[in-house]
């Protein structure tokens, strides 16, 4: 909506105005974070807070430089919102509402909500000092949700809290409304939160009013043996889950087998780690990806048996193990992978004496078809290009007939690994 202020216009700028988008796009751009390419990382929305919350503060300096740089910059700024004290809700639904109401700072400048593609939400909601009275707080941030017709990427990272009778907050059906305003352009919804969680029904209703809705990140699955009812997500090709929940005679019994055939990829976090086999039995013919994360490794060989049996496109397996040295290897050499094309690995802890590269040797006849070896923890990685190796365990790696990468994806192998010989070659001789 226009602005009805006496604000004019700034003068256009010297040089297009498409040039200077192209400028703002490349200094405050963070891969990976809006569709499409979240797609690709939907498993570290909530990661990325850092790297956004960076991008956000140079968006600022930018609209601060001139009236004509807040002009042609405004649409980035709130490309991507983060909402992470009271304060920040608070200024936000000011802004809006402004706008909303004619008032706004630019004249000539809709709703700078209309432009809001990505919303987090990180609030902590039992800091009364931040937040404010609760049930003002959350009318305000459904009042805020509405204003962002728009959104196609919506998080609830919320930290474990207590409302006020010292039970964990519930989501309101106020916000659940709010986000129905967006059923037609949200595509990715992450409620892996640890609070604010909504009822199941409230939640199983507001699924069915997003039928464009392909990934979805949630803290459980109340359906009957993991089965998705064919009446919801059927556009879903991301589930990820931190546990299931079994329910006698629940939505999803009956004969649904064809439900939700687009899901390709599914995620799991499961500490306990309770194989979802009911899911693997009625979906795993339609996975193509599948990511483990959790550290026990007793019944790893057992995870591998279900994917061997159930999942026969499998091409992608990521899994997460606390270290490869807790694993004696003659036990890993009987392990059988589906034929993959590329096998991720998340390590809590790097062996000293790089126990892990013997494990590489055993995939070149276990797995054929590998063409990606990848280490996924930033971390460990770094400890890896700084531990004790010798030359030749690096060498070893540039035998193997697959891709060793990092968790950027550059190799550790191949050209890359050559590099790294050289220095470790150097720091040799010195």
């Not at 809700?89 to 004249?107: F, I, K, R």
């Not at 899911?279 to 007793?298: D, H, M, P, Q």
Request: aromatic share 10%; proline share 6%; charged share 20%.
């Amino acid at each position: 909506m226009a602005a009805k202020g006496s604000h004019q216009l700034p003068d256009p700028p010297c040089f297009p105005v498409e040039v200077w988008q192209k400028i703002f796009e490349l200094a405050t751009h963070v891969p990976y974070t809006l569709v499409p390419g979240l797609y690709e990382k939907s498993d570290r929305i909530r990661d990325q807070h850092s790297a956004l919350e960076a991008a956000l503060a140079t968006k600022r300096r930018l609209v601060l430089v001139c009236k004509q740089w807040q002009y042609m910059a405004m649409c980035y700024l709130y490309r991507v919102v983060l909402i992470r004290t009271g304060l920040n809700l608070l200024a936000l639904d000011h802004t809006l509402q402004t706008y909303a109401a004619g008032n706004g700072s630019l004249v000539g400048i809709r709703s700078p909500g209309h432009w809001t593609q990505r919303l987090d939400i990180t609030m902590d909601f039992s800091d009364e000092s931040k937040c404010g009275e609760l049930d003002r707080c959350v009318k305000r941030l459904a009042d805020v949700i509405k204003s962002l017709p728009k959104l196609e990427v919506v998080s609830f990272a919320i930290p474990y809290s207590f409302g006020p009778e010292g039970d964990a907050v519930i989501m309101p059906s106020g916000v659940l409304d709010a986000l129905r305003c967006s059923a037609n352009s949200l595509r990715i919804l992450d409620w892996s939160g640890e609070d604010f969680s909504p009822q199941v029904h409230q939640f199983e209703d507001l699924l069915r009013d997003l039928p464009y809705l392909r990934v979805l990140h949630c803290r459980q699955m109340v359906w009957a043996n993991g089965i998705i009812p064919s009446s919801i997500l059927s556009s879903l090709t991301t589930l990820a889950v931190d546990g299931f929940v079994e329910r006698a005679r629940h939505p999803g019994e009956g004969d649904l087998h064809e439900a939700c055939v687009s899901l390709k990829e599914f995620i799991y976090y499961d500490m306990f780690y309770c194989l979802p086999r009911g899911l693997f039995i009625r979906y795993g013919a339609y996975l193509t990806s599948v990511k483990l994360y959790f550290t026990l490794s007793e019944r790893f060989g057992e995870a591998l048996d279900l994917l061997n049996e159930h999942c026969p496109n499998l091409d992608r397996f990521t899994f997460c193990l606390e270290s490869l040295f807790s694993l004696d290897l003659p036990r890993v050499e009987t392990w059988s992978f589906p034929r993959l094309s590329y096998l991720g690995v998340k390590l809590e802890v790097l062996h000293p004496y790089g126990f892990e590269f013997k494990f590489l040797p055993h995939l070149r006849n276990a797995v054929p078809t590998l063409r990606v070896f990848q280490l996924i923890c930033p971390r460990v990685v770094k400890e890896l290009l700084k531990g004790p190796f010798s030359v030749s365990t690096l060498k070893k790696l540039n035998d193997l007939p697959f891709r060793v990468e990092d968790d950027q994806g550059n190799l550790l192998s191949g050209g890359l690994g050559q590099a790294v010989l050289h220095t470790f070659s150097t720091l040799t001789l010195m």
